[in-house]
């Protein structure tokens, strides 16, 4: 079993900022892949299914998003999982818009879900990286994170969250690489 766990903030305000696209891309892989329905667990909302012949709880935190930890660490201890078993798909300001790389354990470069989870857990776990780009100064940083998707940007928001749902089998399977691979291919042009 494997919980996978997007980052994001509660509240339809919050819904289209680049800060939810761990929700956005949590949401897809359900749909995608038939998941059961939406339980409120873990201070969060929790769905369970399979994703190729793994049991996957995909888990959104309904806590604000500096307090993911607190969520995710309850549904941990519950299924008695081990770091091993965490994924976190969550928004990256240092990766190009729309770029999606796989990383264990490492720091937390400011994002303050993050650092809940690695204060909660420790920080050994798997993330998915998911691009939101870097709006160029540090004080712009705020306002682009928090900042809805541009209408410019749907389509291919779309088709990234299309290829992450699309080759989660890869995730699932622990071949961070080939998901890493076949996702980037997904999204040529």
């Not at 959104?60 to 307090?67: D, G, H, I, S, V």
């Not at 519950?78 to 770091?83: A, M, Q, T």
């Not at 705020?142 to 749907?154: C, F, S």
Request: aromatic share 8%; glycine share 14%.
């Amino acid at each position: 079993m494997q919980l996978w766990v997007g980052l994001g903030n509660p509240g339809a305000q919050y819904a289209m900022h680049r800060h939810n696209v761990g929700f956005m891309a949590t949401d897809t892989i359900a749909e995608v892949h038939g998941f059961g329905p939406v339980q409120k667990k873990f201070q969060g909302w929790l769905q369970e299914g399979r994703i190729g012949g793994e049991k996957i709880l995909l888990l959104k935190p309904a806590t604000f998003m500096n307090e993911s930890g607190r969520a995710v660490g309850e549904a941990m201890r519950f299924y008695k999982l081990g770091l091993e078993a965490l994924t976190v798909f969550h928004d990256e300001l240092d990766l190009a818009p729309f770029k999606v790389k796989v990383k264990r354990g490492g720091g937390t470069a400011g994002h303050n879900g993050l650092r809940s989870i690695d204060q909660h857990l420790g920080a050994d776990f798997r993330r998915i990286r998911l691009g939101i780009g870097h709006p160029g100064h540090k004080d712009r940083v705020t306002g682009h994170v928090l900042g809805n998707y541009a209408k410019t940007e749907m389509d291919s928001l779309a088709d990234m969250l299309g290829a992450v749902a699309a080759e989660a089998a890869w995730l699932a399977n622990g071949d961070d690489t080939r998901f890493m691979n076949d996702v980037a291919l997904r999204q040529q042009p």
